[in-house]
């Protein structure tokens, strides 16, 4: 039973057109989360809601957005993405913040632009 | 800014071989968690680690955190084929922090 869905799993997008990508849940879980990972990298935290709380990393570019409509699901827009978003794209979830509680990974979006 | 660095960061080995990783920082951790990660998949959890000198099992792995609450270890033993992956640690600076990852160790195992 897939517990965190992300799609596509695969999304190609010209430089400059925006893209979404979505991420939804079925834990109930308060916290949804997006990281981006580029190869051999680690993870990167782009921004994290509690529930309907926005929390933004102070290095995430203003090129990314998201928004969190219900309990279920989250999105993630690029307004502009440039050669160097390409990436792969997490959305992980969890009950609580801190690292006692355990987060969930979707199977991730690779982004390819083009 | 806590980094959390990890060594090795490509590991080859044959199976049935026994094998050590490690995720070092200069920072303490009020808890250091531990994902693996295969190829086009997202990571999932191994273990969550909270005391100083902890050590728990999980089958043939076994992972310590130190007593200082800064570094951890993961122990394979009898490596298989199945273990091949990206081994990620990651940490929290509090009950309430989001979690730092460090970069992986890609182990692969073969037959």
């Known amino acids: 039973d897939a517990m965190v869905i992300q799609n596509p799993r695969y999304q190609v997008t010209q430089f400059g057109k925006p893209v979404t990508l979505s991420c939804s849940q079925t834990?109930?879980?308060?916290?949804m989360y997006w990281y981006q990972q580029k190869s051999s990298q680690a993870p990167k935290l782009l921004f994290h809601y509690y529930d309907k709380d926005f929390n933004n990393e102070a290095d995430t570019p203003d090129n990314f957005q998201s928004r969190r409509p219900n309990t279920s699901f989250c999105f993630l827009d690029i307004r502009s993405p440039g050669l160097g978003d390409a990436a792969m794209y997490l959305c992980?979830?969890?009950?609580?913040?801190?690292?006692?509680?355990?987060?969930?990974f979707g199977p991730g979006t690779r982004l390819t632009v083009t | 800014t806590q980094l959390l660095e990890q060594s090795p960061q490509f590991l080859s080995i044959q199976e049935g071989e026994n094998l050590t990783v490690y995720c070092n920082s200069s920072s303490v951790f009020s808890s250091l968690q531990w994902y693996r990660q295969e190829p086009g998949e997202g990571p999932v959890l191994l273990v969550t680690v909270v005391t100083g000198g902890e050590v728990k099992k999980l089958k043939r792995l076994t992972f310590q955190f130190g007593d200082a609450r800064k570094d951890s270890s993961l122990h394979i033993t009898a490596a298989q084929t199945g273990d091949t992956g990206l081994y990620l640690c990651a940490g929290a600076s509090s009950g309430y922090s989001t979690l730092t990852f460090g970069k992986g160790t890609m182990l692969l195992v073969s037959p």
């Open positions: 834990l109930n879980h308060n916290v």
């Open positions: 992980a979830t969890s009950r609580d913040l801190g690292g006692s509680s355990e987060q969930y």
